[in-house]
């Protein structure tokens, strides 16, 4: 009976572990730019039936991280800081892209060249935390 026992409380915390795992990253890269600055882009897909927030997003390779929006109006381009994050809706996705959502990376490691990667730790509301490492280039990458 406790052998039983330990089994069914085992397989339940896999279980519920794995229920909140409804995050996925890809295409992560990221562009450096000569001056200490870069922008993180990439893909989230959330697979739950509810909606997730990316709440925050740090790196050892950078002194400020912060998630930001470019919007352009009358001509004009700026970017605001997104201090409630940016919304993935439920079933849904959402692209980090130039022009667009973004992650800013400023101070960057004065060594870090294109080609290197860096490591970008990504917080959301609900899901566990994610990690993703991109590649420095100049030009966004061609996906097939």
């Known amino acids: 009976m406790k052998r039983l026992s330990f089994f069914l409380i085992f397989f339940s915390l896999i279980a519920s572990g794995n229920a909140n795992a409804h995050i996925e990253v890809s295409n992560s890269w990221a562009r450096l730019i000569p001056n200490g600055m870069g922008a993180l882009f990439l893909e989230i897909q959330n697979s739950h039936s509810e909606p997730d927030i990316l709440i925050k997003a740090s790196s050892p390779n950078a ?3 912060m998630i930001h929006k470019t919007e352009r109006k009358n001509n004009i381009t700026s970017m605001r800081h997104l201090m409630k994050g940016i919304n993935i809706p439920a079933n849904g996705n959402i692209s980090l892209k130039p022009g667009s959502y973004h992650i800013m990376l400023s ?5 870090l060249e294109l080609g290197d990667k860096i490591e970008v730790t990504l917080e959301f509301n609900k899901n566990k935390s994610i990690t993703v490492q991109p590649v420095l280039k100049i030009k966004p990458p ?3």
């Open 107 to 111: 101070g960057l490691d004065k060594s």
């Open 63 to 65: 002194k400020s991280v």
């Open 142 to 144: 061609i996906y097939n």
